[in-house]
């Protein structure tokens, strides 16, 4: 991956994901590798990659190698979460091991788009999967966690999660999860709800959707309300948000 830096590119990567001092991406390296890029390297990494060698992957101080170890931990979740493999133990473990390594390297998917590229993919999708780890309780507990973490990553991965809990049709991920958020103080995290939401209505339920938006539009940040209501018609739009 080093072999094919660009420079031009990562100024501009470095711009776009607020790198500078006092941003939400301050001090983040880049190569200036775009993401189809990343996703080709992690194409011809064999499918019996080493587990215990990703996290040399997830600690690097370049961005986009820590991309590449977050794809790495997908595509070995995801073989593992095919319908015929839902119940098998050995996969139940192997999903568990991805689960456990992905919660403890949280911290270095730290900006919007490690998050957004690997979270609904791994944990959402394990939180309507069967788990040696514990049942729903266990898995409301793991995501709390995260909401309650001082790390706006871990609080991102509560959220943005409940986009396959919610294409797998269980909206519950995402209207806890909205609600925990509705007053966080960062734009991206009103970004995050608003979208959520959004994925929820549209892929589950535009009644729990307006539910949601009566009891709580009149308190929401613009920016989160603007997200949810996005795809309804103009007059719907501008009902809610004189609300």
């Not at 590798?33 to 064999?46: D, G, I």
């Not at 490690?114 to 609904?120: K, Y």
Request: hydrophobic share 40%.
């Amino acid at each position: 991956m080093e072999s094919l830096q660009d420079e031009e590119q990562r100024q501009i990567l470095m711009r776009f994901f607020k790198t500078g001092p006092g941003e939400y991406g301050e001090g983040d390296e880049f190569l200036g590798l775009k993401v189809p890029q990343t996703r080709e390297v992690v194409r011809a990494v064999p499918k019996d990659f080493p587990l215990d060698e990703i996290p040399e992957l997830l600690m690097s101080p370049w961005h986009e190698v820590r991309l590449c170890g977050l794809l790495i931990l997908v595509a070995k979740f995801e073989r593992l979460a095919t319908k015929r493999l839902e119940n098998n133990q050995a996969a139940i473990r192997g999903r568990d091991e991805i689960l456990t390594m992905y919660l403890q390297y949280a911290e270095q998917a730290n900006n919007w788009d490690l998050v957004d590229l690997s979270v609904h993919k791994i944990l959402g999708h394990w939180l309507l999967l069967p788990s040696n780890l514990g049942d729903r309780d266990y898995k409301i507990k793991v995501l709390d966690d995260l909401a309650q973490s001082p790390c706006l990553w871990k609080q991102r991965m509560s959220i943005v999660c409940s986009w396959k809990t919610s294409q797998m049709g269980d909206p519950s991920w995402c209207l806890r999860y909205a609600e925990i958020h509705l007053h966080h103080p960062h734009d991206l995290m009103h970004k995050a709800v608003g979208w959520m939401l959004r994925e929820m209505g549209k892929r589950v339920s535009m009644g729990l959707l307006r539910d949601f938006l009566r009891q709580h539009a009149h308190e929401m940040p613009r920016t989160a309300l603007r997200y949810a209501i996005e795809k309804m018609s103009d007059t719907e739009r501008q009902y809610w948000m004189q609300i």
